[in-house]
């Protein structure tokens, strides 16, 4: 557990399958969204009982989750096994803690399936599809840019995924959503953990009556929670750190093949235009299974790469904010001795407790965007000697440099920025050209 700085919910569960707040071996959280998968499947083929061969890779997911040593056999098992869902089925991944769960929990299926996850980005190029809000969430909008218009108006069920179920009201607000614009007959909600009360459950059975639909909530753990005390907003967490007396230097690498790119700009919340292309398939802008075998191949090579810069035996793979399955996947293939967490904009009180889960906190202005504090949490100075940061397309350089300089002072070789895509073009003034 931790404490958030957060008035509307105080506490936050820090999962040691995740891959966002504590570093973790890549395996473990491909293998998290890839076990909610297996509930979705025996679910659909009506709880499959007696099956062996699901009792024989749930029982492997279980035990790579608890043994993460074991994490990568058990994900290459249920990979290998090629399940294919009985019917189409379209998942929806919750920015920014979900978008790499509901990307693994998708990808576990060979066929009949699509993918997107929602943003916090604005692309004004592009209409999203649907939009909601998270109450509890420090940036309530939720944007859906799908390239093919058609991804959520057929009939087929939606599954809704989040890391952790506290109140359902998230999937609530996004079922009705979807209900006015696409309506359809059935909803699942997936996620690591489910919290809701009674009350929470029955406000599911109520919109089922009001709405005409079914919602079917699966998750890997389920109780109950009580919360007491009054939450302490200091904002001040991971500020002003003190210089570190060593900084290790920093290696820029541009990476431009294998990954196919998407030519739209953004305007950040103080309304500064990137014009840095996007990756095509990071998720944002919709997937469906054929497009699996581009990431594999596009992951593969990013990560030789990488392998020919890393020095150190002990390394860190970091994904930026909604940008974490690539990342992910990428660590994933980089070798032994390499951890994989992501940036995150949830502000967390640390503490150095042995029952706490945040023991360190660093706080910057993010790199995508300089109206919004981004956080790197649990990463203690030369704990890695190599750290990767990957960014999904460039930033001017001036607005990477305060996580720079963050990084510089963890690792304890060297840090690289990974940009995976073409270096920014700066246009320069009539003026100052014609110097």
């Not at 997937?287 to 990560?303: C, H, T, Y």
């Not at 390499?338 to 967390?348: E, F, G, K, L, N």
Request: net charge negative; charged share 20%; proline share 6%.
């Amino acid at each position: 557990m931790a404490a958030r700085i957060n008035k509307k919910r105080s506490f936050l569960f820090v999962s040691k399958v995740l891959g966002k707040h504590i570093p973790v071996m890549p395996y473990t959280p491909l293998l998290s969204g890839a076990a909610l998968g297996l509930l979705l499947y025996r679910e659909m083929n009506g709880g499959a009982a007696g099956n062996e061969q699901m009792d024989k890779l749930l029982d492997a997911a279980v035990h790579g989750l608890i043994h993460p040593l074991h994490a990568e056999e058990a994900y290459h098992e249920l990979l290998a096994a090629q399940l294919v869902l009985p019917r189409p089925v379209v998942f929806v991944g919750f920015a920014e803690t979900a978008t790499a769960l509901g990307h693994s929990m998708y990808n576990i299926f060979a066929g009949g399936a699509s993918y997107i996850h929602t943003t916090r980005e604005d692309i004004p190029e592009m209409a999203s599809i649907i939009s909601f809000e998270e109450e509890h969430s420090h940036a309530v909008d939720h944007l859906c840019y799908a390239l093919d218009a058609a991804l959520l108006s057929g009939e087929e069920p939606i599954v809704l995924v989040d890391d952790e179920i506290t109140t359902g009201n998230t999937a609530i607000n996004t079922i009705r959503d979807i209900q006015s614009k696409f309506p359809r007959k059935e909803y699942v909600v997936a996620s690591l953990l489910d919290w809701r009360s009674e009350g929470h459950i029955q406000a599911y059975r109520d919109l089922e009556q009001e709405l005409g639909i079914q919602i079917k909530a699966l998750s890997l753990l389920q109780g109950c929670i009580e919360v007491k005390g009054t939450p302490v907003l200091d904002a001040e967490v991971g500020k002003g750190q003190a210089k570190p007396a060593r900084e290790a230097p920093v290696m820029i690498t541009y990476i431009r093949d294998g990954l196919e790119r998407l030519a739209v700009s953004s305007t950040d919340s103080r309304g500064e235009i990137n014009t840095s292309p996007y990756l095509k398939l990071s998720g944002r802008f919709g997937l469906s299974s054929e497009d699996n075998v581009w990431i594999d191949k596009g992951a593969a090579q990013v990560a030789a790469q990488l392998r020919e810069l890393r020095e150190s035996p002990s390394a860190l793979v970091m994904g930026v904010g909604e940008f974490m399955y690539l990342p992910m996947r990428i660590a994933a293939e980089m070798g032994e001795g390499v951890a994989y967490q992501s940036s995150t904009r949830s502000p967390i009180h640390p503490d150095r407790r042995p029952d706490y889960g945040v023991h360190s906190a660093a706080a910057y202005p993010s790199a995508t965007d300089t109206g919004i504090t981004n956080y790197i949490y649990n990463v203690d100075p030369g704990q890695y000697g190599d750290i990767f940061v990957l960014l999904e397309r460039d930033v001017p350089h001036s607005r990477i440099e305060p996580m720079m300089d963050i990084l510089k002072g963890l690792a304890g070789n060297k840090v690289h920025l990974i940009v995976l895509g073409p270096e920014l073009e700066v246009e320069v003034p009539a003026d100052e050209g014609n110097g």
